[in-house]
């Protein structure tokens, strides 16, 4: 992990039955999601093993797909995955 530190995030996960006993507006929906894991050498290409399974799950392809976020400490993690 980096030891540097940019920036900040929080996510808050419920439930349907929760969102609409309070009257909440949700902002996101989990669909699917994957993960993957390789020898160290290569961990910078896991999420492209990640990637297809979780679309595969979700029903959808990377043109359904506006975005992606790699969650990684290492920007070139991103860069080894450019779809």
């Known amino acids: 992990s980096s030891t540097l530190s940019d920036?900040?995030?929080?996510?808050v996960l419920t439930s349907g039955a929760e969102v609409q006993a309070k009257g909440l507006s949700p902002r996101a929906r989990i669909v699917a999601y994957a993960d993957a894991a390789q020898e160290p050498i290569k961990?910078?290409?896991s999420?492209?093993?990640a990637i297809p399974v979780a679309l595969?799950?979700?029903?959808?392809t990377i043109a359904d797909v506006d975005a992606f976020e790699i969650n990684e400490a290492f920007s070139?993690?991103?860069v080894a995955n450019n779809l």
């Open 7 to 11: 920036g900040a995030a929080a996510v």
């Open 47 to 49: 999420p492209a093993l």
């Open 43 to 45: 961990f910078t290409t």
């Open 56 to 60: 595969e799950r979700a029903g959808l």
């Open 76 to 78: 070139v993690v991103s």
